[in-house]
């Protein structure tokens, strides 16, 4: 049975989803060189935002298949490490979204209010209604930066709040803007003209302070900021100094810039900064949601099924990879054949897909073509996760043709690989939308399903060749199932396919390119 560690609190649901294909160890709190030690053991990983998973973590996970993140933000994971170990890396996009909205808002109405500080006044006796005069948002500019999932949840209810909105994000059509009741303008101008502005953007190189001494300075001395997205991309120093010096009007931070929140002076400052522990996500509901989600994702990676919401593999729904799987099979197939017709170091792939293939959604195909090209160099290292990385490593160049004319089958998919040995191309298709058949190689017609062991000779065309052929192989003992000839012209070139029961014994290779007309012959496993 496979086994699972989940390593941050998770809703009992997700937990009983894994129960039903694994082993299931909850251990939170780990110190890393405790994750390293155990790590080992499990072929699945669940994380909220507690646990980083370093390259030395995945490095240490060698039987790990999967990491799954119980809500959106993957910047605690090392992705590309996972990636080139061939590990998927699953998250839940939606699962949260709600509760990080309603939490931004709930930051700027109680900014605006003064609750939090209002709130601990009473509670130690006072009575001061002086001190908390606070601001309506209604008729007041907010700045939404970052239009996604949660910034247009903040846009639509704060439009119903008669709010004024403007947006950034560089990513989002005028319309989709103008719909949510947003003005895109551009960054300096939002920062100018915002009494409230709201982050809901990744961490990446560009937006790391986005907010700093120099933006904050753009600013109006009452506006007030909002940060429920990721920590660092507000500088916390310039932000407390701005805050301090009256620059600007205040803040609300769910997120720092390392987590747990130390030593800081953001602890020091008054009720025009309020700070929690990065709560965005932690609602009943939306912790159910999460851990439903990616529990059901780990599930069925480990039971062999693709992931919906895989980070590093191609997003595609689960009915269009249904409908591909065929598909996969015959790429992956047609390029692990052509990888050991073409042998040694491959350096172009041409893959053509042809017929109903060529559309947007075969992307997958070209990931499946390579896992089948590499397979003879990487084995079971090679899976549709790192497929185009490695191919990439090994500075394989991959161009794509898409020929939407339809010819002899629906759908059709043709791959020529040039390597340093040379070039040899191959062409399948699907008979009755599931038996894969090979039509053409190296340019020759023919029609066999390919199978675990074969032949592939390229001889002259004329009389007796298959006789000698077929006595050579049967005094090493070979049987053969099935034999085609493919040929363009009448004693031209041919190639011959054979399906043989047993792999070719060594040195054989070397007698029947002895045989007189045969010029090259290459054997295959499948
Ligand atoms: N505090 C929490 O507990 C909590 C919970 C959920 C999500 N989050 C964080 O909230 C953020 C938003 O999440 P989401 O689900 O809405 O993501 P999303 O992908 O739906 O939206 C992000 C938006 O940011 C835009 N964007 C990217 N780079 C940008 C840039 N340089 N400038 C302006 N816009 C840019 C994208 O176009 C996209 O529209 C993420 O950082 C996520 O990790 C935090
Ligand atoms: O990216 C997210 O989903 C949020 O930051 C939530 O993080 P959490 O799962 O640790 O609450």
């Known amino acids: 049975m496979s086994k699972v560690l989940v390593s941050d609190p998770i809703d009992q649901a997700g937990i009983d989803i894994l129960s039903q294909v694994a082993t299931v160890d909850v251990k939170t709190g780990l110190k890393p060189a405790e994750l390293i030690e155990i790590i080992g053991e499990y072929d699945a990983l669940m994380i909220r935002s507690g ?209 747990p929140l130390g030593e800081s002076e953001l602890r020091s400052l008054g009720k025009d900064l309020i700070l929690t522990p990065h709560l965005g996500a932690s609602t009943s509901e939306a912790q159910v949601n999460v851990a439903i989600d990616v529990a059901e994702q780990i599930r069925d990676v480990l039971l062999g099924l693709p992931a919906r919401s895989a980070v590093n593999i191609p997003g595609l729904s689960p009915d269009i990879l249904e409908e591909l799987k065929p598909y996969m099979q015959l790429a992956e197939t047609l390029g692990n054949l052509v990888g050991q017709l073409v042998g040694g170091r491959v350096e172009t792939l041409n893959v053509t897909l042809q017929g109903e293939l060529a559309t947007n959604k075969s992307q997958p195909l070209v990931v499946a073509a390579l896992k089948g090209l590499l397979y003879q160099a990487l084995r079971e290292r090679v899976n549709y996760v790192n497929a185009s990385i490695e191919a990439k490593e090994r500075g394989i160049r991959v161009i794509e043709t898409r020929d939407a004319s339809v010819r002899d089958y629906a759908g059709s998919l043709h791959l020529e690989a040039t390597g340093t040995l040379g070039t040899h191309s191959v062409t399948g298709a699907l008979l009755g939308d599931k038996e894969i058949h090979l039509t053409d190689v190296d340019g020759f017609p023919i029609n066999v399903p390919p199978t675990k062991y074969m032949l592939f000779t390229l001889h002259r065309d004329m009389p007796g060749i298959i006789g000698k052929l077929g006595s050579l192989l049967g005094s090493f003992n070979v049987n053969i199932a099935s034999m085609q000839v493919g040929r363009k012209i009448v004693r031209g070139d041919a190639v011959m396919a054979l399906s043989i029961d047993d792999p070719l014994p060594d040195g054989i290779l070397d007698e029947i390119t002895k045989v007189p007309g045969i010029r090259d012959a290459y054997t295959v496993t499948l």
């Open 51 to 259: 646990t980083r998973v370093t390259q030395e973590i995945i490095e240490a996970g060698t039987q790990l298949k999967i990491i799954g993140r119980a809500g959106v933000g993957v910047d605690n994971v090392d992705v590309p490490a996972a990636t080139r170990k061939g590990i998927v890396v699953v998250n839940s996009p939606e699962g949260n979204t709600i509760a990080a909205a309603e939490h931004a808002l709930a930051m700027m109405l109680s900014l605006s209010r003064h609750i939090p500080d209002a709130n601990a006044s009473v509670k130690r006796g006072e009575w001061d209604r002086k001190t908390f005069v606070g601001a309506e948002v209604y008729k007041k500019t907010l700045g939404v930066v970052g239009l996604g999932k949660i910034g247009s949840h903040v846009a639509s209810v704060a439009r119903a709040m008669g709010m004024k909105l403007l947006a950034y994000d560089p990513f989002i059509s005028t319309e989709r803007a103008e719909q949510l009741g947003c003005q895109l303008v551009d960054l300096d101008l939002l920062f100018q003209q915002a009494d409230y502005i709201t982050l809901h953007i990744p961490k990446t190189p560009e937006t790391t302070h986005l907010i700093n001494a120099a933006t904050l300075a753009k600013m109006k001395p009452t506006a007030r900021i909002i940060n429920c997205a990721r920590g660092g991309i507000i500088d916390e120093a310039a932000l407390a100094a701005a805050i301090k010096e009256g620059k600007i009007g205040g803040a609300a931070l769910d997120v720092y810039e390392s987590e």
